[in-house]
């Protein structure tokens, strides 16, 4: 057994590496984003949270629209074929500024059929902006990094851009009004500085080149991965929007209390898919046998399940630890125990038809996903039930949602050869 596992470690070096790069970081944006997230649950009201989660949510969904989802390109072009980052980097901007009319009509529309009489239109776009174009951009910065083989830096990126965050978070505890309305200005400052700092400091130098000839060929592929990154966030912000809808800003709130530590507990998670990611691109040999799949799927869900009754643990000995006001979400965390694990899984099957090539069966999936989403969380919420009640149906929820995306997407890496990258 020794043996065999010095040989596994040695095989999988590199990947162990990358990892542990990804996981230093993870680990210090966990404690910075633990920061933020008790500064501002505890300093806006319950209801205003809940506005601000559902408005980033949204701005999370609508920032997929950038380039129309050139960021795929690049992301493959850095991490098969270097020499041509500037060339693409180049597509990249091209496709920004053609996105741009798009996102703002898309952004004006949805705060007229969610937002309107309960957010104020600058409020809403700023914290839009925050997200679609400054978050993005450090995003995207990362995802390069990470495609070259800097995985430290995009770690470092991350953590850097986390506290930036946090730090706006702490100057608007102690020198603001508490109103949502000023935080949105203090977001979008330092998700401005952010993408400053990524862009100026962390994106590998390159000559721009314009070739429009090589943007052709991947624009197909570039689309359908925009169209799929759209929905995969649609599915998974789409509870945060549907739950103000039924349930009014309060009820929003405690849920985007109870959400946003469930994905603080898969930081670790979503660093590993990445590796996993990578080397899939280069070779899909390791989804060949049943055994390995399924000790994939027993890593994440057990990763997944465990950082979240250790959360769930700390704050029921501690329940005034993250704050007054999460003091009142603090007890559901339990009754969403399974939650993570399925959540991450869905995303962990995403990856899965991205890396080996599958772009558009992929958005079919997620498509299919996010209307299952829809109509289960309309039910659970239709039901009027007490809190404690329909914060524990939502675990059959997710399993519903994780048994539909296992079945589709291993279906697909059977039924599918994979294509050339």
Not at 104 to 115: D, G
Not at 267 to 280: C, D, K, S
Request: glycine content about 8%.
């Amino acid at each position: 057994m020794i043996a065999r596992l010095k040989n596994l470690m040695s095989t999988y070096k590199d990947l162990i590496r990358a990892y542990l790069s990804m996981i230093g970081g993870s680990v210090g944006r966990l404690v910075i984003s633990l920061v933020y997230f008790i500064a501002i649950a505890n300093t806006l009201s319950i209801s205003d949270f809940g506005l601000f989660a559902t408005a980033s949510a949204c701005g999370i969904m609508l920032s997929r629209l950038m380039a129309f989802g050139f960021v795929s390109p690049l992301y493959r072009i850095a991490t098969v074929k270097t020499r041509l980052l500037g060339v693409y980097t180049a597509g990249f901007l091209g496709g920004l500024v053609l996105s741009a009319p798009v996102i703002v009509l898309a952004a004006w529309a949805t705060h007229w059929l969610i937002f309107s009489g309960e957010m104020a239109m600058m409020t809403f776009a700023s914290i839009i902006l925050a997200e679609v174009l400054c978050w993005r951009i450090m995003e995207i910065v990362v995802i390069v990094s990470n495609g070259i083989n800097r995985f430290g830096s995009g770690a470092i990126l991350v953590v850097i851009a986390t506290a930036i965050k946090t730090l706006a978070a702490l100057a608007f505890v102690g020198f603001a009004d508490a109103s949502l309305a000023t935080w949105s200005w203090y977001y979008l400052a330092a998700n401005g500085i952010t993408a400053v700092v990524a862009v100026g400091f962390f994106y590998p130098r390159v000559r721009l080149r314009w070739k429009p000839a090589l943007y052709l060929r991947r624009w197909a592929d570039a689309v359908s991965v925009a169209g799929a990154e759209m929905l995969f966030y649609v599915q998974s912000e789409l509870d945060k929007v549907l739950v103000l809808a039924l349930g009014g800003p309060e009820t929003a709130g405690i849920y985007a209390m109870i959400m946003r530590l469930v994905d603080l507990t898969a930081l670790p998670v979503r660093a590993f898919l990445t590796v996993l990611t990578q080397r899939l691109m280069r070779t899909s040999k390791m989804l060949d046998e049943l055994k390995n799949r399924i000790l994939l799927e027993g890593a994440v869900t057990a990763v997944s399940t465990a950082g979240l009754l250790g959360m769930a643990g700390v704050l029921w000995i501690f329940p005034n630890s993250l704050g007054k006001n999460v003091a009142e979400a603090a007890p559901l965390l339990i009754f969403v125990a399974l939650v993570p694990a399925f959540r991450n899984l869905i995303e962990y099957h995403s990856e899965l038809l991205y890396a080996t090539g599958r772009t558009v069966v992929r958005m079919l999936v997620l498509a299919s996903l996010g209307g299952m989403k829809a109509l289960l969380l309309a039910y659970v919420l239709g039901l009027n039930v007490d809190v404690v009640i329909w914060v524990g149906m939502l675990n059959a929820a997710f399993f519903v949602l994780y048994l539909q995306s296992a079945l589709l997407t291993y279906r697909a890496l059977r039924s599918i050869k994979k294509r050339p990258i």
